[in-house]
């Protein structure tokens, strides 16, 4: 995948450069808080050696971008997993980008990406039971509320399908 832009937002995919934004957001308990418990930094170093040695494959199973404003200050990290024909994605944003819009125009802009690819039927996205501000955009975004796995009692996951998993189905 590419360079990817919204109105506000562009994202590029992660480089060597993006070290500091990537393991600093890793880092930060703030960031992490409605996520997971935030990494050590030689954690957030590996996290961020395997990332970048899997976003440079050829058909990379995990893809992840810098996300930066327009005027190139960067504000956080977008992942994307694929498992066949599911997906699932992460945002990570500095808490001066939080609350700011950012999210949702980053989940449109998936989403788009998205509706067009004939091998993605679904895309997942896990928050934290209360993390309200981002369970109001998912839901916005026309994300569903979806039982989450046991391991993961801590999140609430949310599934939005693809324009192509619509059309399968409406051939059933």
Not at 101 to 123: F, I, V
Request: with cysteine; proline share 5%.
């Amino acid at each position: 995948m590419n360079r990817l832009t919204s109105p506000r937002l562009l994202l590029t995919p992660l480089k060597a450069e993006d070290k500091d934004l990537f393991t600093g957001l890793y880092r930060d308990p703030q960031v992490m808080s409605f996520i997971a418990t935030e990494l050590s930094e030689t954690e957030a170093e590996r996290r961020f050696a395997h990332t970048l040695t899997a976003n440079n494959k050829l058909l990379p199973r995990t893809y992840c971008w810098c996300i930066k404003t327009r005027r190139q200050l960067p504000i956080g990290i977008l992942g994307l997993s694929r498992y066949g024909r599911a997906g699932e994605i992460g945002i990570l944003l500095r808490p001066q980008a939080q609350g700011q819009g950012c999210a949702k125009e980053l989940l449109h802009l998936m989403q788009q990406r998205l509706s067009s690819e004939t091998t993605l039927d679904e895309l997942l996205l896990r928050t934290h039971k209360k993390n309200e501000p981002m369970k109001k955009v998912a839901l916005a975004m026309g994300f569903k509320p979806v039982m989450a796995e046991p391991e993961h009692s801590r999140l609430m996951s949310f599934l939005w399908q693809t324009s192509n998993s619509a059309l399968k189905n409406n051939k059933h």
